[in-house]
């Protein structure tokens, strides 16, 4: 090669890198800006909408619920005397996708005088407070109108305060749209299709063997003629001075050997094509919306929008700023509480917490961040979707700070537990919270298992000091198969027609 021709060569190597690197840099922005508009869109169409609710007759159901979104942020609640089409029917719904997102100031506007008259309501009829966080996998609006009829039964002794989230299947698209790393990313509808195809997909197929012994070992243990599992734990549990309180629990299943045993085989067998193809969506899907669901909890302490530029608003913490309290909607309510009730004065007013399910998590921060700002009466866990160490770490220091608070975990019998169905039989056998130890988020160690199942918090009694356990009661229901009573299933616990209802000291002890 020539001289002449070597610097030449050099200019067009320059020249080829430079136009390279422009387009690199416009294709990154303009797949950037691509993503921020889809994640726009995906927004409007996932995030919750002011909800409709039924007006309860001398109440302002709007002074008893706190409603939060999926990024945990204040929701209008407007309360009528008919819900209307657009609300009620799947159309209606469907249409309600295509409305704005409401203005998140003037939301958090009306949430603080909302919360304001809230308060004024606690202080001057002195009552107890109840805070009731409902379970996860439960359309907003359906928990909407519990609570309505809730308000309307509740004894007088108690003040209600609902908190509604979104729990419901909208955390799933949430999950594979748009977050990322616990983030809204813009390249996360870039990606999802390579996510869902080659993640999610193969990992719910490679399941399926996991899936298959989990539902044989719910058939041989819910079907065995074995001892009685909650009888061994309550009586290895009375062995022990100064031990948790547990109540006799009783269990008589019905007649296996009637004459529908066979027709219920052969109707298993029929459906196992259709639970195969069941399993592998459950498995692929149900990790990432329990993902997101955890998110959804911790995002109503520390909003997402306090970090994150694809949710935050104009009322917006800025970067880099001092100290600055936390903006999630129950946060905002934890701060009111104690405020204006706190542990201040010589007669506080108590708060009950009662949670059913992934409500646990809820609780388990809202104890964590109010700290010893609040003293509690009671504590009452309904099958909790939290671990053992949650509790531990959650409710054993109140029980220790407040002498005075009492600790409820309600739980269905062990072998009601495994023989729960669901879906028509078509979903895998056993609760919520057998298919999350067994196959959807196997724990790692024990103190990790769901503290809902009875025989787990009993293996771990002995974790529990001395000095609270005597303020510590673990409930399962007894079940007849002939005259079955609530709750015998997972979703039974916060049912408002419950006799004695739920938020009755009878129904826990």
């Known amino acids: 090669m020539s001289t002449l021709q070597r610097p030449a060569k050099r200019r067009a190597v320059r020249l080829a890198v430079h136009v390279g690197r422009r387009l690199r840099h416009r294709g990154y922005r303009k797949a950037c ?37 999926n990024v945990g942020m204040p ?12 609300a009620h029917c799947w159309l209606g719904r469907f249409v309600r996708w295509l409305e704005l997102l409401p203005r998140q100031d003037h939301e958090q506007r009306e949430y603080e005088e909302c919360l304001g008259r809230m308060m004024n309501n606690i202080k001057g009829g002195r009552k107890k407070v109840a805070i009731i966080v409902h379970g996860g996998l439960k359309s907003p609006h359906r928990t909407l ?8 039964a509740i004894d007088d002794e108690y003040y209600p305060i609902f908190i509604i989230w979104d729990s419901w299947l909208s955390a799933l698209p949430e999950q594979l749209l748009l977050v990322r790393s616990g983030h809204y990313s813009p390249w996360g509808p870039i990606t999802a299709p390579l996510l869902l195809l080659f993640v999610y997909l193969p990992i719910g197929i490679a399941l399926i063997p996991l899936t298959l012994i989990s539902q044989l070992r719910s058939l041989y243990v819910g079907g065995r003629l074995s001892p009685d599992p909650a009888t061994r734990f309550t009586r290895r549990a009375s062995k022990f001075n100064n031990s948790v309180q547990v109540p006799p629990v009783t269990y008589e299943p019905g007649n296996l050997l009637s004459w529908r045993t066979p027709l219920r085989f052969l109707r298993w067998l029929g459906q196992f094509p259709i639970r195969l193809v069941v399993a592998v969506g459950l498995n692929a899907l149900a990790p990432p919306t329990w993902q997101n669901l955890h998110r959804r909890a911790r995002a109503m302490f520390r909003a997402p929008q306090e970090f994150e530029s694809l949710v935050a608003g104009p009322q917006a913490v800025p970067r880099g700023s001092d100290f600055h309290p936390a903006q999630g909607a129950v946060a905002v309510l934890a701060e009111h509480l104690i405020a204006a009730i706190g542990t201040s004065s010589d007669q506080p007013i108590e708060v009950t917490l009662i949670a059913h399910s992934m409500g646990a998590m809820i609780t388990n921060e809202f104890m964590k961040y109010a700290g010893d700002r609040l003293s509690y009466a009671n504590i009452v866990y309904m099958a909790p979707a939290c671990s053992v160490r949650d509790f531990a770490d959650a409710v054993v220091p109140v029980l220790q700070r407040d002498e005075n608070a009492h600790a409820y975990v309600l739980t269905l ?30 724990p790692s160690a024990h103190l990790d298992r769901m503290l809902g199942k009875f025989e787990n918090v009993m293996r771990a009694l002995h974790i529990f000091p001395r000095d609270v356990r005597e303020r510590i009661r673990i409930k399962a229901f007894s079940f007849n198969a002939n005259s079955p009573t609530k709750p015998f299933k997972h979703v039974h616990f916060n049912d408002p027609d419950l006799r004695p209802p739920f938020w009755s000291a009878q129904f826990w002890v």
């Open 145 to 152: 109108a519990a609570s309505a009829r809730i308000l309307a």
């Open 413 to 442: 019998h062990p072998k009601v537990e495994v023989n729960d169905k669901t879906g028509y039989g078509l979903l895998p056998r056993g609760s919520v919270l057998e298919w999350l130890e067994r196959f959807l988020d196997p």
């Open 33 to 69: 800006g691509i993503g921020e508009w889809t994640v726009k869109w995906a927004r409007r169409l996932i995030e919750l909408k002011p909800q409709y609710v039924k007006s309860v007759r001398g109440h302002d159901i709007r002074d008893h619920v706190i409603l939060v979104n």
């Open 75 to 86: 929701v209008r609640v407007k309360v009528v005397k008919t819900i209307p089409w657009i």
